[in-house]
């Protein structure tokens, strides 16, 4: 059994912030990308929290993410904002543009914000929950380097292609739908197959195409779509919303995020919509609709992880993947 160490928010975000410049972060970047990690914790999102912050300080020391990034924001029409993370970080080109896209989604009734050029995006959701948190509708999308292929194809051509969808309700951001288009996300094999434990059937095929249960079988194949061809198509979807319309990397043009010198120079898509007109009641509407609909038994998606919005007083992180950070980025580990 792993052991765990209690950390407050703040000495999370300090330890974070001290590894990420040991490997070449700019104060910015390292500011940005602390904050989503312990967000994501706070969440109970340990899979895109520390756990992921290992492959971020991997790849600032390796090249595949640039430290010193400043991303470049244009904006080509009244409703549409670029951002160019130019080898950086979505974190923090989504941190200098949140609160114009925002102002313009309000003003407007709607905004898009497309980005590219960036390492994987961490935890979707909170880009769409950040803005539900101001009472806009917000849907993500992003891509990243290929590891899941449609049925009966042999290699693969998306990555997991997630997607999250948030809205406002009376007292905050009523759901939280984040779900990537894959039977699971690709951290749940990789932890899968470092604790030695099987997967479920369904998730994976092995390097021969052969369904697998082998989780170390199964990082040398790839992921399967959820509900089969359906899953595939809104992988596809996602793929156009985040590649197509950011002008990124097309998931099979992606170079790896965990191995070589060069990043994925992947997308991320952003719709903030403001309730108007006939929906300017939204935010009570919906929060009475998700009571009646959760009284019936229904699951609604994030409960648990808004649940979590007040930050705890301590954070409980796995020892080994702070230790391991800390040996990557060569600073002492939290005790």
Known sequence: MSAFLSLTPDAAADFARAALAAVGASPAMAEALATATVRA???????????????????????????????????????????DVAGGIAQLGFDRAVRELSQRATDLGAASLALRGSFTTGELGDYALRLAEHGLVALA????????????????????????FAAPGAQGPALLVDQASSATAFVNIREAAARGEPIPAGWA?????????????????????????RGANIALIVEILAAGLTGANWSLDAPSFVAGTRGPGVGLFVLAIAPRGAATDLADRLS???????GLGVHIPGQAKLARQAPPGQ?????????????????????
Do not use: W
């Not at 095929?205 to 061809?229: M, N, S, Y």
């Open 141 to 164: 999308a992003t891509n990243g380097p290929p590891l899941m292929s449609p049925p009966g194809v042999a290699r693969a051509v998306y990555c997991t292609n997630p997607i999250a």
């Open 288 to 294: 009475r609709q998700m009571e009646r609909l959760a």
């Open 41 to 83: 914790e706070e969440r109970g999102r340990a899979s895109v929290g520390f756990a992921h912050l290992i492959d971020y300080v991997e790849s600032l020391k390796a090249g595949r993410i640039l430290g010193t990034a400043e991303p470049v924001i244009s904006f080509p029409a009244p409703a549409l904002i670029e951002v």
């Open 205 to 229: 095929v092995d390097g021969e195409g052969a369904p697998t249960q082998d989780a170390a079988a199964a990082l040398d194949g790839h992921l399967l779509p959820f509900g089969g061809a």
């Open 315 to 335: 954070l409980r992180l796995r020892a080994e993947v702070l230790a391991r950070i800390a040996a990557l980025a060569g600073i002492a580990a939290p005790t």
